[in-house]
Antibody, heavy 117, light 110 residues
């Protein structure tokens, strides 16, 4: 069965970077993209961008361009999302999801990232 | 691009039906048949319940249905059950390989 398993809780100081991983199993990794979505406390879901599982092509949300980098390691079927220059506004639960055309059909369990001094 | 517009809340009694709207523009909802809906119970991973406007993934009950008219998409939930109480989000392809989320609707089963 398709599974996406994310890395654990992160606590970072303002200005630092965080890198969250998302290990996929149960399907051919290169046949689908990986998308990243976050949810800040009390807020809705926010699309951050996605990366092709085959070509590595990326598309990032406009408000995150310059601070976010999404990568994949096809040898381990793992996607990564790195966010730099963190502020308290980046405190959120970060989800990875498998992109199937323009929907997200399987999701990881979420990774809590807290930014605090 | 602006977020798609959803009502912040909706409610219904068990067994009743409820419809949640999702309004965009001709550049997103109205321009493509790539509207999806997600159910999100707090503390859990979101779940895809509708894709490509009206298609249901395997395992999603037919009590959930989707439709679209012009720039507005809708999610209908019939035969409300307690477990349907959750947040619901719509998304649409917005061109240029972007996806736009709605602000979310909290569905309460009274």
């Amino acid at each position: 069965q398709v599974q996406l398993v994310q890395s654990g809780v992160e606590v970072k100081k303002p200005g630092a970077s965080v890198k969250v991983s998302c290990k996929a199993s149960g399907y051919t990794f290169s046949s689908y993209g990986i998308s990243w979505v976050r949810q800040a406390p009390g807020q809705g879901l926010e699309w951050m961008g996605w990366i092709s599982g085959s070509s590595g092509n990326t598309k990032y949300a406009l408000n995150l361009q310059g601070r976010v980098t999404m990568t994949t390691d096809t040898s381990t079927s793992t996607g990564y999302m790195e966010l730099r220059s963190l502020t308290s506004d980046d405190t959120a639960v970060y989800f990875c999801a498998r992109r199937s055309l323009f929907s997200l059909d399987y999701w990881g369990q979420g990774t809590v990232v807290t930014v605090s001094s | 691009q602006s977020a798609l517009t959803q009502p912040p809340s909706a409610s219904g009694s068990p067994g009743q039906s409820v419809t949640i709207s999702c309004t965009g523009t001709s550049s997103d909802v109205g321009g493509y048949n790539y509207v999806s809906w997600y159910q999100h119970h707090p503390g859990k991973a979101p779940r895809l319940i509708i894709y490509e406007v009206s298609k249901r993934p395997s395992g999603v009950p037919d009590r959930f249905s989707g439709s679209k008219s012009g720039n507005t998409a809708s999610l209908a939930v019939s035969g409300l059950q307690a477990d349907d109480e959750a947040d619901y989000y719509c998304t649409s392809y917005g061109g240029s390989n972007d996806v736009i989320f709605g602000g979310g609707t909290k569905l309460t089963v009274l």
